[in-house]
């Protein structure tokens, strides 16, 4: 199969799951008991209000035709306005959504920065003590509650030791850089705002570490179980027996070929990131989609909620299309069939 | 017949030695079923009783893990806590792996048009980060600690689909299958007692993963309130309950947030053991 129809197939299913998710949303809204123009007009809406807000919406014709209303708006950037914020759900989702790609973003690199070593130095000492702390350190990354390792952070680095903020993206003294990207990080950086750059890093560290840990420990299992396949292959026994150093051998021919199947793992753990983002984002007083999330569900705002499910399932399939891609790069020999 | 009798307390010793942290899983999950079924005989008090003059009480011989800020007893409400993590485990994990079962036979064995559009559905749900659905659901249905399990049954069904789908595929051309068709056995027949009984091994391995992973979302959900609502004693609420006195009376939220941790990599050691014995290429690579 050529790459370009693989390209066609995958982006025919992208669309079919697209569809997929807009149904699922839309039957979600429909679920909500209360009657949805009543909830978001307000207790004080005159019946004029409400039947004009059921008009543009269509909340009072056949369900099929709701959708392709529902659907209609979607493609038009129309998620409805959120009942808390009383702004158009596109727009919020517009300025929240930098403060957790920042943050997600920062987790992800983290974790492949720390996990990829350890899951090598687990691999090649095997059986030995650096081996079982990494595997005992993924053991605790895969079973710990993410809000509660946030909540343990914060006493202790902020609350005992005062070293780290307990939260926020930026020290309230310090103004935020001009927006460019969002990203706190890149815009003083961009700015040439050092001070900016070091509180807002400072302020990453501890939410990006909590959200990062369950993704390190599945990259560094991951990368552990995959050296240890690749270090029995024949290749790496051939360039030991030419007499390549121990570090040539590990880094450059068996951990590459190792790293195929865990840049699958990354992929998917992206998922896992946006999930713990709403936990994060909450502990850490984050302005992000999660916590933009989380609120809006507790006050009933619904608009709010669907635009950012339907926002994290996007990205996340869109993740998952560009990881199957890379992966067909990375190693030429699969065929997609 | 000496090799039979030392064959079973053999192997057993060599499953000890070989995977010690499985058994030390397993040890640890049924600690916490008795204690769950025995708590109203553990528990030193009533996890709800408030006792206002002894508000945020440190551990002592009187209260092993203190007292929160409603000086209710942390480890009589961690016990009773036990019962719901147990109950949210089983519950959802019982839901999703029936439904996704059902679901993954029917596509296996059926094929064609039916299969596809199962299969796509499957692709649908597992585009949704989990939380971020489970959250959506059981914010449409209102949080309750029951439509918490819904909605994490919701997001979990898919693989266990994929999974069972994926077995049924290569189960229907074995010799077996042939066998007991050719000799007359319906459909149904062949799905219930010959392909079902063989895909069990690995819905075990991903049910024990699973069982952790539904607790883990039930108290993240709790823990933002979409979950088990307070006073009810669940460790999510308890955490939640003791945020605001993390840097002063860290035990409100430390002991529950243990607990979470020991029961689920329980039930991961449970599974890594598992796959380990039903795959021996993968034993020591997890």
Same mark, same amino acid.
């Given at each position: 199969m050529t790459l370009l129809s693989y390209l066609f197939r995958r982006l025919v299913g992208f669309l079919a799951v697209m569809i997929g998710i807009s149904i699922i949303t839309f039957g979600l809204s429909h679920l909500v008991p209360a009657d949805p123009a009543v909830v978001a007009m307000g207790d004080h809406a005159s019946n004029e209000q409400i039947e004009a807000f059921r008009e543009k919406y269509g909340l009072n014709k056949p369900v099929p035709e709701q959708y392709w209303i529902y659907v209609t708006n979607l493609l038009q950037g129309d998620l409805g306005i959120s009942l808390r914020t009383r702004r158009p759900v596109a727009e919020d989702l517009r300025n929240f959504f930098p403060a957790t790609f920042e943050l997600s973003l920062t987790a992800l690199i983290l974790s492949i920065l720390i996990g990829i070593p350890a899951g090598v130095i687990s691999a090649t000492a095997r059986n030995r003590l650096p081996d079982h702390i990494v595997r005992i350190a993924s053991l605790i990354g895969g079973s710990v509650p993410i809000f509660w390792l946030g909540l343990i952070l914060i006493g202790f680095f902020y609350g005992r030791l005062g070293w780290l903020p307990g939260g926020a993206r930026i020290d309230s003294f310090i103004p935020p850089p001009p927006e460019v990207t969002g990203l706190f990080t890149v815009d003083s950086l961009l700015a040439g705002d050092y001070k900016a750059l070091w509180s807002s890093l400072h302020h990453l560290f501890l939410p990006a570490l909590a959200l990062g840990y369950f993704s390190t420990a599945i990259i560094a299992r991951m990368m552990r179980s995959s050296m240890l396949e690749v270090l029995n292959n024949q290749y790496v026994l051939a360039a030991r027996a030419k007499g390549l150093n121990q570090r040539t051998v590990v880094w450059r021919h068996a951990a590459r070929n190792a790293l195929i199947p865990t840049v699958t793992t990354i992929g998917v753990t992206f998922g896992s990131l946006l999930s713990g983002a709403v936990l994060t984002e909450t502990i850490f007083s984050w302005p992000g989609l999660g916590r933009y999330a989380t609120y809006s569900a507790t006050s009933l705002d619904f608009p709010a909620v669907m635009g950012v499910t339907l926002l994290a399932a996007l990205v996340y399939t869109l993740t998952n299309l560009v990881v199957d891609l890379g992966y067909q790069w990375l190693d030429p020999r699969i065929r997609h069939g | 017949m000496v090799e039979t009798l030392a064959a079973p307390t053999q192997s057993r010793r060599r499953v000890w030695r070989r995977s010690p942290l499985t058994v030390a899983g397993l040890a640890l999950i049924a600690i916490l079923a008795l204690t769950a079924l025995s708590a109203p005989l553990l528990a030193p008090a009533d996890p709800l009783k408030q006792v206002l003059s002894s508000r945020?009480? =440190? =551990?002592?011989?009187?209260h092993w893990l203190g007292t929160d800020q409603l000086g209710r007893d942390i480890l009589s409400r961690m016990i009773y806590g036990s019962r719901i993590s147990l109950l949210i485990g089983v519950v959802v994990v019982g839901l999703a792996a029936s439904v996704g079962t059902f679901v993954g036979l029917v596509a296996g064995y059926t094929g064609g048009w039916l299969d596809e559009a199962l299969m796509r559905l499957t692709d649908v749900f597992f585009a949704f980060p989990a939380l971020i659905l489970a959250m959506a659901i059981s914010g449409a249905l209102g949080p309750s600690l029951t439509n918490a399990m819904i909605a994490i049954a919701v997001v979990s069904w898919p693989v266990y689909a994929r999974l069972v789908r994926a077995q049924v595929l290569s189960l229907r051309e074995r010799e077996f299958v042939e066998a007991a068709r050719s000799l007359g056995a319906s459909g149904e027949r062949v799905v219930w007692q010959h392909i079902l009984p063989n895909t069990l091994a690995p819905l075990l391995v991903q049910a024990s993963f699973d069982m952790g992973g539904a607790i883990l979302s039930a108290a993240g959900l709790s823990f933002i309130g979409f979950g088990t609502q307070p006073p009810t004693a669940e460790w999510g609420v308890m955490i939640s309950e003791g945020r605001n006195y993390i840097a002063t009376h860290s035990w409100l939220s430390l002991f529950p947030g243990l607990a979470i941790l020991l029961t689920v990599a329980a039930f991961n050691l449970i599974g890594d053991g598992l796959r380990d014995a039903l795959d021996p290429r993968l034993r020591g690579t997890g």
């Open positions: - | 945020l009480d =440190p =551990p002592s011989a009187e």
